[in-house]
Antibody, heavy 115, light 110 residues
Framework: EVQLVESGGGLVQPGGSLRLSCAASGFTFSDFWMSWVRQAPGKGLEWVGKIKKDGSEKYYVDSVKGRFTISRENDKNSLYLQMNSLRAEDTAVYYC????????WGQGTQVTVSS | QSALTQPASVSGSPGQTITISCTGTSSDVGGYKYVSWYQQHPGKAPKLMVYEVSIRPSGGSDRFSGSKSANTASLTISGLQPEDEADYYCSSYTSRNTLVFGGGTRVTVL
C-alpha cells in the first residue's frame, strides 16, 4: 500500500523558513517523479512543483520560484520542500504526492504564515 | 499559469447522471492526454478517480468515467450516490512541463 506521510508544518512568521518532509513507503520511491501541492484555507488545489526520479530536474509554479526548493533522498525514501521568504499567502495545507501528473496523495501538513 | 475552468457546483438526485466540465487551452487540456480527476471530501486528502483522460485506477468505481474533446475534459458520474457528495478537481499537464488544476466543482446529492 502506498503511504506518504508529511511532517514539518507549523506556524512561522512572514519572511521565515520552514522545511517540510515526506516519508514514502509501499512503492519503489526512486521509480517515480514526486510532487508538492498546496491548498489554502477554503480554496482549491494549487500545484507547487515536482522533481524527477533522480532529482536532476525540478519544476515550480511561478509564485514560489526562487523561494521554494524541492529535493529528495532516494536512499531514505524521502521528499523535501524547503520554503524560504514565506508570505501570508503561502498559508495552506501542503500535500506530498507520488507522480508528476497522476497523483497519489499524502494526508498533508498545515503551514501557517502569520505574525 | 491560469487555472482550468470548472463549474462551481453541480447537483443531482440519487441515481442520476451528472457531468463536470474542465476547460483549458491547447497548451494543456487540448494538447495532451494527461488529464486527471480528483475527489476530495471535507478535511480529507484528494483521491485520484480518473487519469490520462479516461483510465480508472485499479479498484476504482466504474460509475466514474472521463472523456475529452478539444480543450474540454469531462468527468461523468453515473448512478449518483450520497457518498459522491464532494469537491472534484481536474488537472492537466502543460506545455511548460508543469501541472495546472481546475478551480474545483462542489457536487451536491439532493
Amino acid at each position: 500500500e502506498v503511504q506518504l506521510v508529511e511532517s514539518g508544518g507549523g506556524l512561522v512568521q512572514p519572511g521565515g523558513s520552514l522545511r517540510l518532509s515526506c516519508a514514502a513507503s509501499g512503492f519503489t520511491f526512486s521509480d517515480f517523479w514526486m510532487s508538492w501541492v498546496r491548498q489554502a484555507p477554503g480554496k482549491g488545489l494549487e500545484w507547487v512543483g515536482k522533481i524527477k526520479k533522480d532529482g536532476s530536474e525540478k519544476y515550480y509554479v511561478d509564485s514560489v520560484k526562487g523561494r521554494f526548493t524541492i529535493s529528495r533522498e532516494n536512499d531514505k525514501n524521502s521528499l523535501y520542500l524547503q520554503m524560504n521568504s514565506l508570505r501570508a499567502e503561502d498559508t495552506a495545507v501542503y500535500y506530498c504526492a507520488r507522480g508528476g501528473y497522476n497523483l497519489l496523495w499524502g494526508q498533508g501538513t498545515q503551514v501557517t504564515v502569520s505574525s | 499559469q491560469s487555472a482550468l475552468t470548472q463549474p462551481a457546483s453541480v447537483s443531482g438526485s440519487p441515481g442520476q447522471t451528472i457531468t463536470i466540465s474542465c476547460t483549458g487551452t491547447s497548451s494543456d487540456v487540448g494538447g495532451y492526454k494527461y488529464v486527471s480527476w480528483y475527489q476530495q471530501h471535507p478535511g480529507k486528502a484528494p483521491k485520484l478517480m480518473v487519469y490520462e483522460v479516461s483510465i480508472r485506477p485499479s479498484g476504482g468505481s466504474d460509475r466514474f468515467s472521463g472523456s475529452k474533446s478539444a480543450n474540454t475534459a469531462s468527468l461523468t458520474i453515473s448512478g449518483l450516490q450520497p457518498e459522491d457528495e464532494a469537491d472534484y478537481y481536474c488537472s492537466s499537464y502543460t506545455s511548460r512541463n508543469t501541472l495546472v488544476f481546475g478551480g474545483g466543482t462542489r457536487v451536491t446529492v439532493l
